[in-house]
Structures are given as C-alpha cells and as structure tokens.
C-alpha cells in the first residue's frame, strides 16, 4: 500500500526456487499499470509508473530487499503554469518532474531534480527554471542544507508545531528568474550608437526557496541589473539597480 492506504499491483516473472525450498537467487515483482496518487489535498499528483519495467519489488530468501521506483510529480495549474521558451503559458498541461529512485521505506523518499521553465499562477509573466531541487517525500528527514523562508514557520503548521521532519514538498537550491518578456537590453559602441538588441530576458536568481501544498515562498533579490545605457522600454531609457520579491503561499507580500 502507498501511504495514503492506496493498493498497488505487481506481477512476477522467473522467479526460481530451490528443491530444498526457498529461492534461488533474487526475485523481482513488477508494478502493473500507472497509479496516481493524490497529495497535499488533491493539488499535486505523484504518478507511480509500472508501463516501462522500471518500478519493481526485489527480494531474497530472506524477505524484502528494497523497491526502485519510476514516477512523475505532477504539480497543480493552481499552482504552477509551463511555459514555453518565448515565455507562453502552455495550455491543458502541468509542470512535471520525471524521476527514478530506490528507496527500502515508502516514506523516506527524496529526490534531486530540475524542473523546466514554469510561471506561478497569479504572478504574470514571470518566468521560473529551477537548476537544482529536492522533492521531500520523507516522513523522518529533510534536505540536509534545507533553509526554509523566513515567516514560512508561521504559516506552517509542521514547522510551528516542531515537527518540520514530516514536512513534504520540493526545496529549490537555486532557482533562474526571468522579467516579463517587454524588457530588453541594447549593447552600444563606443560612440553611443546602438550596434544589437538582446533579445533575451533580464533574469537574475533565488536560493532557499519552497514549494508545496500551501504554495510558493520565499524571497529572490538582485542587484545592477540593467545600467541606464543599456536598459531599454519601447523609446525610453531605463535602469533597474536593485528588484526583489517576496512570496509566502503564492501571494506577494513585498517587493
């Protein structure tokens, strides 16, 4: 059973047995089919994938030796958008997280991985691309290096009661983020004269961040952005020293 009291099936081939009794070697049972399983209130879906081979059961003679484990983190439209690489928002899809781990209990699973380019919902236009992550389904530990937002202890109650152990979402690292698409950059020569336009998105960076089933929080500042030479909004110069934003649960409180 997963730990919401889910049955799963699996299904074993070539097994071997000794004359004498017991097993000959390791066995195998392989998970039949796909199974979602609902988390955080319904918002977010981990799905368990049996189709390709790669979840399965090993065991011995002795009994259970361990489980690997083939699944994808589905998270909610109400909470996070996928964007595509001109920063659209990507209809009737979710941002995913593809990954394979091994694991001896159900729930102590943690995981390292990226997540593609996605917005918040409710704060347009701004691009997210986490560079490095961990999904936290562990009910015993969290991320060694895990820092959690300051004010986030007053809004969880895991973290206000002292149990921060059973608290289970994805901690970001360090995160890559991306201005709405009307900024843009110009590089000049040395007399002043515009010699290209950079296209690309004045981005700048987060660390320490969490996401989970109450919502995105945390704080991403930077600092020089966009000198006044180059900085650029349809026929007006602009600069932009300093920007930084603060989010607890998907709402903006400060910036």
């Known amino acids: 059973e997963t730990p919401q009291g889910k049955s799963i099936h699996f299904i074993g081939r070539d097994i071997k047995f000794r004359r004498e009794g017991g097993l000959s070697g390791d066995g195998k049972l392989a998970l039949v089919g796909d199974y979602p ?49 001109k920063g659209n928002i990507i209809p009737d899809e979710n941002v995913s997280i593809d990954f394979t781990t091994t694991l001896v209990d159900w729930d102590d699973i943690m ?7 996605f917005q918040v919902k409710g704060v347009k236009d701004v691009s997210f691309e986490v560079k490095e992550a961990v999904l936290d389904f562990s009910d015993t530990r969290n991320p060694g290096s895990v820092k959690f937002p300051q004010g986030y202890s007053e809004i969880s109650p895991l973290l206000a009661s002292g149990t921060e152990t059973l608290w289970r979402g994805v901690y970001i690292r360090e995160v890559a983020i991306d201005l709405p698409p009307q900024f843009v950059k110009e590089n000049k020569d040395e007399s002043g004269n515009v010699t290209d336009t950079v296209t690309n998105r004045v981005g700048f960076r987060g660390y320490d961040l969490v996401l989970d ?16 030479e180059k900085g650029k909004i349809g026929n007006w110069n602009f600069s932009l020293e300093t920007i930084y934003v603060n989010m607890t649960a998907n709402e903006l409180t400060d910036a």
């Open 213 to 228: 089933n109450i919502g995105f929080s945390g704080r991403v500042e930077a600092q020089n952005l966009i000198p006044l």
């Open 37 to 85: 399983i609902n988390l955080g209130g319904d918002e977010s879906q981990l799905i368990i994938k049996g189709s390709n081979d790669k979840t399965f059961v090993e065991f011995d003679c002795n009994g259970y030796k361990q489980v690997s484990v083939d699944a994808s983190f589905l998270f909610s439209r109400n909470l996070l958008l996928p964007e595509d690489d």
């Open 111 to 117: 995981v390292e991985a990226n997540v593609p380019k």
